[in-house]
């Protein structure tokens, strides 16, 4: 078993990336994917890079079918079990505090309605002292509910389970007995260890709701890898962008709902280290979405919590910000003016050029029309593209809102590229940071064809375009570790804290963390645990988290006053401001388990090919320049725009003024505006 493999399956295509330990050669290739059954895709793509899987030693991939299935609303029927009295915890939700003031604003629909919440007596503390006994019949009930009505999944969130899971414990020991393995059970504090009821109830719901297709993909995807010969297991990406295998996702299936574009974020830290840089701007582009991501001193960009469709949910995930604007996005006019997405015309029939049926304008329509596309090498030569179709296409719309219809491809491109601008901002300028300071890695089937010109909108002087980019975000996922998080509800203030008993539950964690890699198949000596706690001033309500140098650190001399000083450091850093003689409160231990796996090597290319450049027209800022088209494989040292560069997996356009350079890793480096 010689190869590492991994594979991103997207809405367009499925990428893979196969790294030859022995060799030390990395090859990508790629299939279009196939909606109906995923699993046909997954495995053509891998044809093509491995002729028989047991000669396979590693294998991850990202899904999205927990994602999916939340965006087109086709998850399981969850039934809720709730305490006695709090039945509607989950339907009142947090009001409308974010958008008080946009009077169209509409909170997103719970995803169980409140006829399928049903209340079980019982009553712990906020201690987690039982005041009032579990009522096991009400569990039952609701299990021949569950079971009457023919409910996919039950999840269960009783009050102050975080502080003590007893009871839910035993409410799920009573329905998994009475509901066998087909219906899913899912407990909150397993979910989500911490406080806020209405959050951890989210987050038990969006598992339940997304849980079943997961697990029905992953147990298919399983199967079918083991009856072709894979003799080591399937891993999932998680949305922390650390991996585990497929039989602990499918017990937490949760956690693997962002798993496709985070692949993308952790090869944006790993081309960081190569190119020796602290700070990235990630962006992957393909044929649907265009998702953005940040590496920020050397990590990737991960917080506590995130809202996911309008939908709480309380685990770690990278910060992503994602639109629909991608190759298939289509162009259309609206009131007389041009839009362009969020509507993509997907695989199925995709771009008019893919001459698969589709008539209407997408920004691949636009960038064949402009000649930026090459359309007899497009993927590598995998495809060959209609550039008339593509020409029919834009000139019915160019007439419709009366355009030149090179006029309009530029036009469906420079609207799309704005809307790309204007989402990294979102993720930047927004929360204070300057993206003029970043360089701006891009990636993703359509990403390098556009990244130039996101630049210029952002004055980001830099673009880094990696090897195999239409492929990257697989690429990254070999380069990720096997993560855990682990969290322990710890409420104190800072006159009351000891620091030997914080430092004991550190150490426990710890020890789960470390046992829980074990379970993940990690060496010994690749394992490590890094530890952090939540705090926040006296009287707040929402935290910021703050790392520890180890779970010894607490029990130290003056570690109040340290770690006080710390978090007013992190206070003023996020929010512009301190109060550092204000009382401090400590609210979460968190632990976090890695488990690395030997790098693989920066897919550079081999030695540069002798061949004579193909020279067109194409069209940059109304004007008609003519252009190279090289391949990626013959360039060496530099050259300055307009160039095309196609390779297997993408093109990368340079306008006029840039200047590109291949560095030692292969990747190119766009100085823009040179």
Not at 12 to 23: G, H, M, Q
Not at 94 to 119: I, S
Not at 207 to 216: F, I, K, L
Not at 448 to 468: D, K, N, T, Y
């Amino acid at each position: 078993m010689t190869y590492r493999v991994a594979m991103d399956i997207g809405g367009t295509f499925t990428d893979v990336v196969c790294y030859d330990e022995r060799s030390g050669a990395v090859t990508a290739s790629k299939a279009p994917t196939t909606p109906g059954d995923l699993a046909e895709g997954v495995f053509a793509a891998l044809a093509r890079v491995v002729d028989d899987p047991s000669d396979i030693s590693f294998f991850v991939h990202g899904t999205t079918q927990g994602l999916n299935a939340l965006l087109e609303r086709k998850g399981a029927r969850v039934l809720l079990l709730a305490s006695r009295g709090a039945r509607d915890v989950y339907q009142i939700a947090r009001g409308n505090r974010e958008r008080m003031f946009d009077l169209r604003y509409r909170k997103p629909a719970p995803l169980v309605p409140r006829q399928d919440v049903m209340e079980a007596g019982g009553r712990l503390d906020h201690r987690g002292r039982e005041l009032v006994p579990l009522d096991e019949e009400a569990v039952r009930a609701a299990a021949r509910r569950a079971r009457a009505e023919g409910f996919d999944a039950v999840a269960v969130c009783l009050l102050f389970s975080f502080a003590d899971p007893a009871h839910e414990v035993r409410a799920g020991e009573i329905l998994r007995a009475e509901l066998g393995e087909d219906v899913l059970v899912v407990l909150s504090h397993e979910v989500a260890r911490e406080w806020r009821e209405y959050e951890r109830t989210s987050s038990a719901v969006l598992e339940a709701y997304t849980g079943p297709v997961v697990r029905r993909y992953l147990g298919r995807i399983e199967r079918r890898f083991a009856e072709r010969g894979l003799a080591v297991p399937v891993h999932v990406m998680q949305s922390s962008g650390g991996l585990v295998n497929a039989s602990y996702a499918m017990r937490r299936p949760l956690q693997t709902l962002l798993s496709g574009p985070v692949g993308g974020t952790m090869g944006g830290v790993a081309a960081a280290r190569l190119l020796g840089r602290d700070n990235a701007i990630c962006v992957d582009m393909g044929g649907t979405s265009f998702d953005v991501s940040l590496v920020v001193n050397g990590r990737p960009d991960v917080s506590a919590e995130a809202r996911i469709e309008g939908h709480p949910v309380l685990m770690p995930v990278v910060n992503l910000h994602t639109i629909g604007a991608g190759g298939g996005s289509i162009a259309y006019a609206e009131a007389g003016a041009l839009r362009v997405g969020p509507e993509s015309a997907g695989a199925v029939p995709g771009p008019a050029c893919y001459g698969r049926g589709g008539t209407q304008v997408t920004v691949t329509d636009a960038n064949v029309v402009l000649g930026r596309v090459d359309p007899a090498w497009f993927a590598g030569g995998l495809m060959t593209l209609d550039a008339g179709a593509a020409g029919v296409a834009v000139a019915e719309l160019a007439g419709e809102l009366k355009l030149d219809p090179l006029r309009l491809a530029e036009g469906v491109c420079d609207v799309a590229n704005a809307r790309m601008a204007q989402a990294i901002r979102t993720l930047t300028v927004e929360h204070g940071v300057e993206p003029r300071g970043f360089a701006l890695v891009a990636f993703g089937g359509a990403g390098a064809m556009h990244a130039v010109f996101i630049a210029r909108e952002l004055g980001i002087s830099e673009v880094v375009v990696p090897r195999f980019p239409g492929a990257f975000s697989a690429w990254g996922m070999l380069e990720a570790d096997v993560r855990r998080d682990l969290t322990h509800p710890y409420f104190r203030h800072q006159d009351t804290l000891d620091g030997a008993d914080m430092s004991g539950n550190l150490v426990r964690l710890e020890r789960d963390a470390f046992a829980a890699l074990a379970g993940q198949g990690v060496p010994e000596k690749r394992r490590r645990v890094e530890h952090a706690v939540d705090m926040r001033y006296e009287g707040q309500d929402y935290t910021l988290t703050i790392p520890l140098r180890d779970a010894a650190e607490p029990a130290g001399p003056g570690f109040a006053a340290e770690i006080a000083a710390r978090y007013a450091e992190a206070h003023t850093s996020r929010y512009g401001h301190a109060t550092p003689e204000a009382p401090v409160e400590f609210v979460m231990l968190r632990s976090t388990g890695f488990g690395s796996f030997p790098r693989t090597a920066a897919p550079a290319p081999g030695a540069p090919e002798q061949a004579e450049p193909v020279v067109r027209d194409v069209i940059f800022d109304g004007a008609v320049h003519r252009t190279p088209v090289l391949r990626r494989s013959a360039l060496e040292g530099e050259l300055t725009g307009p160039a095309i560069v196609v390779e297997e997996t993408a093109t990368t356009v340079v306008p006029p003024g840039c200047l590109v350079t291949v560095d030692d890793n292969g990747f190119l480096i766009v100085k823009v505006d040179q």
